[in-house]
């Protein structure tokens, strides 16, 4: 795999990635807002489109491939999907989607989606901000890399692969890439 498609450190709480994907730019900005498109990439849950407003997201990883694999076991009580709370700060179609992520007794990070056409082609920009610890940070990495290579296989048209085996092979390339990352910056 090229090192281009892995997520990249923009400081010690943040990750970028970035994607080309076949378009049009308003097909993909279907596919980050309408909750029938994203459930085959990422999670169901209807937003209202306008900043300040709260939704949900219903995950269900199992589900977003028809092949079939078990959760691991740390992952088990996810079986049968999870809930998570989120708010819009920003809505600007189709170029830019900014939501909270996560929270709960802690402050949420936040999630950036940029989109800019690229002749037939669209790329993604996703960034992920103020993420904490670095399993947090391993974790959320491994996780959005899997979720964009199945959406690429949804916009292509083609089967994904099961989510889980490929969450813990990214989640394992991602602890020795942000490992050594963070290393070599706290060394500068």
Same mark, same amino acid.
């Given at each position: 795999?090229? *090192?281009?498609?892995?997520?990249? $450190?923009? *400081? ?11 378009? +049009? /730019? ?5 596919? $980050?807002? @309408? ?12 937003? @209202? +489109? ?51 992520? %996560?929270? %709960?007794?802690?402050? +949420? ?17 996703? =960034?992920?901000?103020? $993420? ?19 959406? $690429? ?5 083609? =089967?994904?692969? +099961? ?14 890439? /942000? ?10």
């Amino acid at each position: 795999m090229s *090192d281009d498609n892995y997520g990249r $450190l923009l *400081d010690l709480t943040s990750i970028r990635f970035e994607r080309l994907l076949p378009g +049009p /730019i308003e097909r993909v900005w279907a596919y $980050l807002t @309408e909750s029938d498109k994203r459930a085959q990439w990422l999670a169901a849950g209807t937003m @209202e +489109p306008r900043p300040g407003s709260a939704f949900a997201l219903h995950f269900d990883h199992a589900n977003l491939s028809p092949q079939q694999a078990s959760a691991p076991e740390r992952f088990r009580n996810f079986e049968g999907g999870c809930t998570t709370q989120h708010e819009i700060r920003r809505f600007e179609p189709p170029h830019v989607l900014v939501m909270t992520w %996560g929270g %709960g007794n802690e402050e +949420p990070s936040e999630v950036t989606f940029e989109l800019s056409e690229e002749g037939d082609q669209v790329r993604l920009v996703l =960034t992920h901000r103020r $993420l904490g610890d670095i399993d947090t940070l391993v974790d959320v990495a491994g996780g959005w890399h899997t979720h964009l290579a199945i959406l $690429l296989e949804v916009l292509e048209g083609r =089967t994904p692969p +099961p989510f889980w085996p490929v969450f813990e092979r990214m989640e394992e390339d991602y602890r020795w890439r /942000i490992t050594l990352q963070r290393n070599g910056r706290n060394q500068q």
